[in-house]
Nanobody, 123 residues
Framework: QVQVVQSGGGLVQPGGSLRLSCTAS????????WGWNRQAPGKQRELVAT???????NYADSVKGRFTISRDSAKNTVYLQMNSLKVEDTAVYYC?????????????????WGRGTQVTVSS
């Protein structure tokens, strides 16, 4: 009933920029919070950035000042602008969203995840 599709990512040199996008579709009543997470090889998944429905943002210390999360509520889309990329930013990036779903017979809130997109920072 709800799909979350990611786009963006790829290979970039250190110091470069990339933008990731994530769009939700389906029986969506509202999207409360969005998040971007990442998982590097051999490491646990970590939270990178979040944005609330009201636009409040939070960032991991490792990306503050370099990454910017934003949302377009009309398009049910969240973005992650990544600047000044470092080799250590290399990871699979996942978006997630707390979505309120409404159907003919039910209403509930559930966390949905994208399938992940590879970001590789290398010279």
């Amino acid at each position: 009933q709800v799909q979350v599709v990611q786009s963006g990512g790829g290979l970039v040199q250190p110091g470069g920029s990339l933008r990731l996008s994530c769009t939700a579709s389906g029986n969506i009543f509202s999207i409360e919070n969005w998040g971007w997470n990442r998982q590097a090889p051999g490491k646990q998944r970590e939270l990178v950035a979040t944005i609330t429905r009201g636009g409040t943002t939070n960032y991991a210390d490792s990306v503050k000042g370099r990454f910017t999360i934003s949302r377009d509520s009309a398009k049910n889309t969240v973005y992650l602008q990544m600047n000044s990329l470092k080799v250590e930013d290399t990871a699979v990036y996942y978006c997630n969203a707390d979505i309120v779903v409404i159907t003919a017979t039910d209403r509930y809130e559930q966390d949905y995840w994208g399938r992940g997109t590879q970001v590789t920072v290398s010279s």
